[in-house]
């Protein structure tokens, strides 16, 4: 255990003190800074206004950048050790690779997330001190979405990490996942997969194996519970979920799809040619 705590501490060191940490914290900082001086918090869609309608709008742009700054910045880790020559300085040191690799991925979760969620809480604290109502049960559920969200891509990161050889492949490989999931939220391949005949039923419960569709759905549901944006696939979520069910469905899936790659990132570590 305290090999693991200072392997993760090892890693918020240095991803602290890395220029990538301050344009992440930046951009997320900087949204939040937007979206009030834009006036958002004055507007009203659909009844919903004030720090609720800003926040919704946070979660809706944090669900396309979040992913690919995680996984971009997190594949690097192990694949870039690996061409630095880390491991080897490494495995001369009283550390196993268990501790070093799980400690790696707590290090790095704690700063991927703990900006974001900031930003949303500096959004918070700024409506406390304006006076604005302040949705709470919205506030804990976005923290549980982002908190889930930000561990998935962090096991898939960490598995593509282990299975690239270069920085540069898993980098290429990151941005593909990204790019193949974002595609399948209804858009394009969803299209397709219509196109050629499949039952709508099966396209949508595959749609909601895409863990930013999940997200971006759940996120919706909070704000309108009977998913009327969606159209008749609100039908087949609501039958098969409920409201809650989908939620916790929301919160569960991604946080276990990430353990999993995960799991099996590490499967692959301790069994590969680690110089």
Request: hydrophobic content about 60%; some cysteine.
């Amino acid at each position: 255990m305290n090999h693991l705590l200072l392997a993760a501490r090892t890693d918020i060191s240095e991803s602290l003190r890395s220029r990538w940490f301050m344009v992440y914290t930046l951009v997320f900082g900087g949204i939040i800074v937007a979206l009030f001086v834009s006036g958002l918090t004055e507007s009203r869609v659909m009844g919903f206004s004030g720090l609720s309608r800003v926040l919704v709008t946070y979660l809706q742009i944090t669900m396309a950048i979040l992913p690919v700054f995680v996984l971009i910045t997190t594949v690097r880790s192990v694949a870039g050790d690996r061409e630095a020559g880390v491991f080897e300085y490494m495995l001369s040191l009283p550390v196993s690779l268990s501790a070093w690799y799980w400690g790696k991925m707590l290090g790095r979760f704690f700063v991927v997330f703990l900006p974001v969620v900031l930003a949303m809480f500096a959004a918070v604290f700024w409506g406390l001190g304006k006076a604005i109502e302040i949705p709470w049960v919205q506030v804990a559920y976005y923290t549980g979405f982002l908190l889930s969200l930000a561990w998935c891509f962090l096991g898939i990161g960490m598995l593509v990490s282990t299975l690239a050889r270069t920085s540069d492949v898993a980098t290429g490989i990151a941005f593909i996942i990204w790019l193949v999931l974002l595609l399948f939220m209804d858009l394009i391949l969803l299209g397709l997969l219509v196109r050629q005949g499949m039952p709508s039923e099966s396209v949508i419960l595959l749609a909601l194996f895409n863990p930013m569709q999940v997200f971006r759905t759940a996120a919706m549901m909070l704000f309108d519970p009977h998913l009327v944006l969606l159209g008749q696939s609100a039908y087949v979520i609501l039958d098969n979920f409920g409201q809650l069910g989908y939620r916790a469905w929301a919160l569960a899936y991604p946080v276990v799809l990430g353990s999993v790659c995960a799991w099996a990132g590490y499967s692959v570590f301790k069994r590969s040619d680690l110089p």
